[in-house]
């Protein structure tokens, strides 16, 4: 957590909930996830230090999970996808 805290716009810094149980989220909440995209071992739980180094190499991602309120509305493909299949 003081990793993210490091690294996060300071407006943001109180809003970080630590959580490394089970996630469980309401119809209009947002979880930010920090994945580290470099394989390495399975299970492990990286040090401070560890981590700010997949950061200053750029080996991480955030992705942004939201439990939507119209999923029918949302996951329609539809709003995605022009004619043709690109997009």
Avoid: C, Q, W
């Avoid at 490394?20 to 401070?48: C, N, P, Q, W």
């Amino acid at each position: 957590m003081e990793f993210l805290k490091e690294i996060l716009p300071s407006d943001l810094k109180d809003l970080i909930k630590y959580n490394r149980g089970h996630l469980y989220l309401k119809e209009g909440d947002m979880a930010l996830v920090f994945r580290i995209t470099e394989r390495g071992d399975i299970l492990k739980e990286h040090s401070f230090e560890e981590l700010m180094n997949f950061y200053k190499k750029g080996k991480f991602e955030f992705v942004l999970i939201s439990r939507v309120y119209a999923p029918e509305v949302v996951l329609n493909p539809g709003n995605y996808f022009k004619k043709g299949g690109d997009i």
